[in-house]
């Protein structure tokens, strides 16, 4: 019949004396010498404050039959796989970019000769390297080599001669082209005058040929008083089948002479001395002539 509140004060010693003996077996289950082979049903809510130094069980010696997550790849295989996941689509997504390939070339093969027509070519003007004459031809008879190369073939005479001929353009063109010039002197022969290319091409010289420009002029008087002004009149007279130059009858120094004399054809007479030469200075008057050119 215990009481029913408790003492006031507790008693000083044990109602009954400890034992003499130890226990033969613990009070509660001896701890386990490996781990669970499955978690506790009742996890404790916080870890341990003290983990223990070592792990609770060794590494297993033997590696696992999978790995516990997917590898990842760093770069893509070099082959693909011998087992694909999917298979193939029946049909592609987008119809095919090209067509199936032609029996025949898209193309016709290169031809073994130039495209020219030989209707154009016959049209066309080359030079006629084989005869004596330097000049070009449109006859439609150009040598094989010329006919199968093409680059011979020129549009026009004036171009071909240009290009072929150039120091001998008059022979070429037969005066149907545009040399710079007409009259050129007549170095080769004994007479002080200038010949017209167009009546006595034959008889220029090769030198003057190659260089048109520089020894062809466009008239008589240019020629003489580039070529003969020491004989300019005499020139003028010879030249072109002109027996006389028009005179100007005004008055100019003979400084040989020492006298004033007219500008018209010593033919004429008088006080006609000839024509007056291109830097002849000309007067009005005798007078005024010798007070200017004879005044001592």
């Known amino acids: 019949n215990p009481s029913q509140t408790p003492s006031v004060g507790p008693i000083s010693s044990p109602t009954a004396p400890p034992s003499f003996s130890l226990s033969t077996s613990p009070t509660t289950p001896p701890p386990t010498t490996s781990p669970t082979t499955s978690p506790t049903s009742n996890p404790s809510k916080s870890p341990s404050v003290d983990p223990i130094s070592s792990p609770t069980a060794p590494p297993s010696v033997r590696l696992s039959t999978s790995p516990t997550t997917p590898p990842s790849t760093t770069s893509p295989t070099t082959s693909p796989t011998s087992n694909p996941s999917k298979s193939p689509s029946v049909s592609p997504t987008d119809p095919p970019t090209t067509t199936l390939p032609t029996n025949s070339p ?81 170095y080769g022969g004994s007479e002080t005058k200038c010949l017209n290319r167009t009546e006595r ?32 009149s005499d020139c003028i007279s010879l030249s072109g089948n002109i027996p006389f130059a028009p005179a100007t009858r ?15 054809p010593e033919e004429g ?13 000309l007067y009005e008057t005798p007078t005024a002539c010798c007070a200017e050119e004879i005044s001592w």
């Not at 020894?215 to 003969?228: H, N, P």
């Open 269 to 281: 007479g008088g006080s006609c001395g000839g024509f007056a030469k291109p830097w002849d200075a």
């Open 250 to 264: 005004k008055w100019y120094a003979n400084q040989l002479a020492d006298i004033c004399q007219q500008d018209c």
């Open 201 to 232: 091409v034959e008889t220029m010289p090769n030198y003057m040929r190659r260089n048109l420009e520089k020894w062809l002029e466009d008239d008589i008087e240019s020629c003489c008083g580039k070529y003969y002004k020491w004989a300019y």
């Open 106 to 186: 898209m193309t016709p093969p290169p031809t073994t000769s130039p495209t020219t027509s030989e209707t154009t070519l016959a049209k066309s003007w080359y030079p006629n390297l084989r005869g004596r004459h330097h000049t070009c031809l449109n006859d439609g008879n150009a040598p094989y080599y010329m006919r199968i190369s093409a680059t011979y073939y020129q549009s026009s005479l004036d171009a071909c001669c240009e290009r072929y001929f150039s120091w001998d353009i008059p022979t070429c063109t037969g005066g149907s082209g545009t040399p710079p010039g007409v009259f050129y002197p007549n």
